[in-house]
């Protein structure tokens, strides 16, 4: 399996639903039955999709809310077992399979200790977070164990969109959400929300605090790269940093990696490009909630080297996740 240059394709936000969650939050994981259908399978169903998108390994990711659903009181026992199972089924292929940890957010002591234990007992690349916990951005302070044990292990955390908040749906989207529903999510509603951590993150002086720490967005960046000039020109050089005030790009480059999710756009690749550099780019399908399909045919027409395509497709994922495939 490859593209048809004989190219190894690494696949690292593709999603999957573990039982236990789907009941914790009363089986809300969106996209409909056949998504639910596909995200509950971790089997057949799956591997052929992938064989016949000439995918070889995907990083599979609790899709939202994950172990963000669980209250502090519950939280080390079942974020464990969710985990435990995501194991047990990449060691039924570990050829072709890795995973991201889901993260009890709602204590964040106790996911920054699972992290760690995920990583080191479990071989799982980093970690996934979805949206706002409890109404809030993952770069408030109390969240910050999670980044600072990250940075301890150099591994990575990705951030992932989840629902945006109740008063921002009122406020902006309440009026054409009922006839077009993805205003909420990938349409709309997911960007906007997850752009704004993006940003939120560089403010927040997380990266000063921790200048290690890696983090992933997806969809080509969420639409920060193609704004990067505009953001940066607006704030100036006022951000602390490293002992010196900076800009944004400066922090957000160094910090940040961009996936292809949901997102199989020549221009938005290239612009992406163009503000991060190819060493930052890795490819990404979304699946389930994205086929497989049309990001392995995008990936056929790339207006890229053969350099920077082999970065994107497996390159650079070996590099951040250091997998040894």
Not at 83 to 94: G, S
Request: net charge negative; with cysteine; glycine share 8%.
């Amino acid at each position: 399996m490859a593209t048809k240059d004989g190219s190894q394709i690494i696949a690292i936000e593709e999603h999957y639903l573990d039982t236990d969650i789907d009941a914790k939050v009363n089986k809300m994981a969106g996209g409909g039955e056949a998504t639910k259908k596909k995200l509950l399978d971790l089997g057949e169903l799956r591997l052929k999709e992938m064989d016949e998108a000439d995918i070889d390994i995907q990083v599979l990711s609790h899709c939202p809310p994950g172990a963000q659903a669980f209250e502090p009181e519950e939280a080390e026992e079942r974020a464990a077992g969710v985990n435990n199972r995501l194991y047990e089924f990449i060691q039924t292929k570990p050829d072709r399979f890795g995973g991201f940890a889901t993260l009890p957010t709602k204590a964040p002591e106790i996911a920054a200790d699972e992290l760690e234990r995920c990583h080191k007992e479990l071989g799982f690349y980093g970690a996934i977070v979805h949206g706002l916990t409890d109404g809030e951005f993952i770069d408030t302070p109390k969240y910050w164990p999670i980044f600072e044990r990250a940075e301890a292990l150099d591994i990575p955390i990705y951030i992932h969109p989840g629902r945006p908040h109740p008063a921002v749906i009122d406020a902006y989207y309440k009026d054409y959400a009922e006839k077009y529903r993805s205003i909420l999510s990938a349409g709309w509603g997911f960007t906007v929300e997850t752009a704004t951590a993006g940003l939120r993150l560089v403010l927040s002086g997380v990266f000063d605090k921790f200048p290690d720490l890696k983090v992933i967005l997806g969809h080509m960046g969420e639409g920060l790269p193609f704004l990067m000039w505009r953001i940066n020109h607006s704030f100036g050089d006022i951000i602390p940093y490293q002992g010196k005030d900076r800009g944004f790009r400066e922090i957000f480059s160094k910090h940040f990696h961009i996936t292809t999710s949901g997102n199989f756009s020549d221009s938005a690749l290239l612009c992406t490009m163009m503000e991060m550099g190819s060493d930052r780019i890795i490819y990404s399908v979304d699946w389930p909630y994205v086929e497989n399909a049309p990001g392995t045919e995008w990936l056929e027409t790339l207006a890229v080297s053969p350099e920077d395509k082999q970065k994107i497709l497996n390159g650079n994922a070996k590099k951040l996740l250091k997998m040894d495939v």
